[in-house]
């Protein structure tokens, strides 16, 4: 694509009908205190200018795009916004179309001339720009985000985003839809820490800039809050002559290596009995059936000892069931690869896990629209799990409690709910009683598993789909949830997906080389994706076959609260290693068979 030529860029620059203030690009000075503030910046260099353009003229660049520009509505595991098209190819449109957009073409070949090119690489020292142009205009409402990544596809090399906000209403924090700037993990190079150090908010007739840097120039954009106004802003790139030579630690790289990494074999337990694991099942180590259990598989029926474990946490009815509604469930999963078990444990239990939360949450001023802190939560033995560019969520752990007790206060809500389901992790979902009994709904043999207590902070927390969560070999999710849904309209609102919190399972595109776009509609069966919207004390259990990803989707601040789960991992026994077993069985007989054929004759 060819840029605009250097006469045109200078009219639309000078004179009456300037765009970019020509002032700006003709003071020394102004230019030397940009590119000081641009080096001077952290988490790495950034700058903001201030009134890059004549006011009047953005004005009527907002308003023709309002009036005359068409956006599509676009929602992925990343991000949730409008989008128009790519305005380099403004030069395609029809003689009329063209006419009701004339300053929207004169900013865009204003930011692309020559001249401004060179004074972008003045500020930040990147060398020589490109003629390409790549821009477009992004409409955030609220709900609307953008989760952290560092830009890094081919050659782009300055980011910048041109703001569009209403100028007759200033944006404030309250607002939300800050730039978000992430500093590297200390320790961990190329990775991104779980919190922001540098925010820009997205104030009218400003230009916030910085350099693609593979691996380092982390950024995301912060939820909008407010209904009352759209973050509307041109956003592009401006491209080197050459890609960078340290692509391979890209985000994008880093998301498509290592299919499977996060389910390889080795990350996983085994299922061993551990007769200390409850109180009923220390007293004794045979079953009054006389039977031992530690000497029975994961698929054996349950056992006495089994039924009174369970008992302290499942809801009678799933250890009552007869053999007719034991079948319906095993038809979900062979029909559907999924079943909902809703009111899992117990009235008890669940009664006092959902006290824990929704004490939680309103402690940590989270949910309803509350605008949430970073560092909501980060006591009590939750810790936030990074790194952002894959998930961001709290993780309960006792050795968190252990190493920092000054930060723990064992009478909190946060420290109770964290408390209650690590018991579930640990007492249950850690049982062979707990995986006989998941045999005996699902009919899988299972052999190890992993599990962890989690919380998706409203505002703030999220999982995206990536290569290392590529299902390579089959397994059993096994997620028990938990959401404030005691107000007026809870559940329906979690019901509906509008708030995130859902966990999604989709098929792997077949082109590595794009990013992921896995737009959310209503459950398509040929699509190959599952959506489960999280319900309060449901465990829902999902066979995830080879090819398979799964992801969370960013938990808006408007849901009622906190998506709190026990998400379980099992591995069911390798199908090739029962038929090798049978195979061998087999010949085995035969041989016998044969050899008693023989001792006959």
Request: with cysteine; charged share 25%; proline share 6%.
């Amino acid at each position: 694509m060819g840029g605009p030529t250097t006469k045109k860029a200078k009219t639309e620059m000078c004179g009456e009908g300037e765009i970019i203030r020509s002032s700006l690009l003709a003071d020394p000075s102004s230019r030397q205190t940009l590119a000081a503030s641009y080096r001077a910046a952290g988490p790495y260099p950034h700058c903001v200018i201030p009134d890059i353009c004549n006011p009047d003229m953005l004005r009527r660049v907002r308003e023709e795009i309002i009036d005359n520009v068409e956006a599509t509505y676009k929602e992925t595991d990343l991000f949730k916004m409008f989008q128009t098209g790519d305005l380099a190819n403004m030069d395609k449109l029809d003689p009329g179309s063209a006419a009701k957009l004339p300053t929207v073409r004169a900013l865009r070949d204003a930011i692309y001339s020559t001249e401004f090119r060179h004074f972008i690489s003045d500020i930040t020292g990147c060398g020589e720009l490109s003629h390409v142009t790549d821009c477009a205009c992004n409409i955030h409402p609220i709900g609307g985000h953008l989760l952290c990544h560092d830009d890094v596809i081919g050659d782009r090399l300055i980011s910048y985003i041109v703001y569009l906000t209403d100028p007759e209403d200033p944006w404030t924090a309250e607002d939300g839809g800050a730039l978000e700037l992430y500093p590297e993990k200390k320790g961990h190079p190329n990775t991104p820490d779980v919190v922001p150090t540098a925010t820009a908010l997205p104030i009218w007739n400003t230009m916030a800039m910085f350099q693609v840097l593979p691996g380092r120039s982390f950024h995301s954009i912060q939820e909008i809050y407010t209904s009352e106004k759209p973050r509307m802003s041109i956003q592009g790139w401006f491209h080197s002559p050459k890609p960078p030579t340290d692509f391979d630690l890209a985000t994008l790289k880093q998301l498509q290596a290592c299919p499977g990494e996060d389910d390889v074999l080795d990350r996983f337990e085994p299922l061993q009995w551990n007769n200390t694991s409850s109180k009923s099942a220390a007293t004794s180590t045979t079953t009054s059936d006389g039977i031992d259990p530690a000497r029975l598989g994961t698929s054996a029926p349950l056992c006495s000892t089994d039924i009174a474990l369970l008992r302290e946490w499942i809801n009678p009815v799933y250890l009552d069931a007869s053999d007719a509604a034991i079948s319906k469930i095993h038809k979900c999963i062979q029909d559907d690869g999924s079943v909902q078990l809703h009111n899992f444990l117990c009235e008890s239990k669940a009664k006092e896990i959902g006290a824990a939360i929704v004490e939680a949450d309103a402690a940590d001023a989270l949910g309803c629209g509350k605008v949430p802190r970073y560092t909501a939560g980060f006591e009590n033995g939750w810790s936030a799990v990074g790194p952002c560019h894959k998930h961001r969520y709290m993780q309960y752990s006792t050795t968190t409690t252990e190493k920092c007790p000054s930060s723990s206060n064992s009478s909190s809500p946060l420290a109770t709910a964290g408390e209650l389901l690590n018991k579930v992790k640990t007492e249950l979902f850690s049982s062979p009683s707990f995986a006989r009994l998941l045999h005996r709904v699902t009919d899988f043999t299972l052999t190890h598993y992993r599990a962890e207590a989690r919380r998706f902070r409203p505002g703030l927390d999220y999982t995206v789909a990536h290569y290392g969560c590529l299902t390579q070999d089959p397994r059993l999710d096994a997620v028990l949830c938990f959401v404030a849904d005691g107000a007026e309209g809870a559940s329906e609102a979690w019901e509906s997906g509008e708030m995130g919190g859902y966990e999604a399972y989709l098929l792997a595109g077949e082109d590595e080389e794009k990013p992921a776009e896995v737009y959310r509609g209503p459950q398509d069966d040929e699509s190959g994706v599952l959506n489960v919207s999280p319900a309060f004390n449901c465990l829902s259990l999902v066979l995830r076959d080879e090819g398979l990803m799964r992801f969370v989707k960013y938990l808006s601040a408007q849901a009622p609260g906190s998506r709190w789960d026990v998400s379980g991992v099992y591995v069911p026994e390798d199908d090739s290693d029962e038929e090798e077993e049978e195979e061998e069985e087999e010949e085995e007989e035969e041989e016998e068979e044969e050899e008693e054929e023989e001792e006959e004759k």
